[in-house]
Structures are given as structure tokens and as C-alpha cells.
């Protein structure tokens, strides 16, 4: 879990941060898919960040394991 006082501004479920300090977080809600989403510090922007927890995962592991 990342540091809660990075939150977005709304209900969030924060999981780790970028270099830049933005805030990847889910969204803690029944109707949510498992969507990971990123929150930019500096405009307030939210984009997608992985379609899924698992694919965020998959393409973090592939990344860091070539040499």
C-alpha cells in the first residue's frame, strides 16, 4: 500500500506511486472493474494505467526480467 496522504482527492485504494509522485490507486467500488488507474500531481488528470491488477503485474514482471 502507498502512503494514504498522496490520495487523489477521492475514495481510492492507493497501491503505489510513480517516479513522479503521482498516485496509481484502484477504485473501491462493487460496480469497478479492477481498472489501476494514475492520478497526476500536476494537473489533476486521471488516465488508466493498466487495463487490470493482473496485467499491470504481467507487464511489470516481462519488464524486469530482460536483461
Known sequence: MADASRSPGFDAVLIATTDFGDAVYLRPDATEADTVYVAY???????????????MVAVLRQRHSQP
Do not use: K, L, R, Y
Open 41 to 55: 500531481h500536476d494537473g489533476g488528470d486521471t488516465d488508466v494505467f493498466a487495463e487490470s491488477i493482473g496485467h
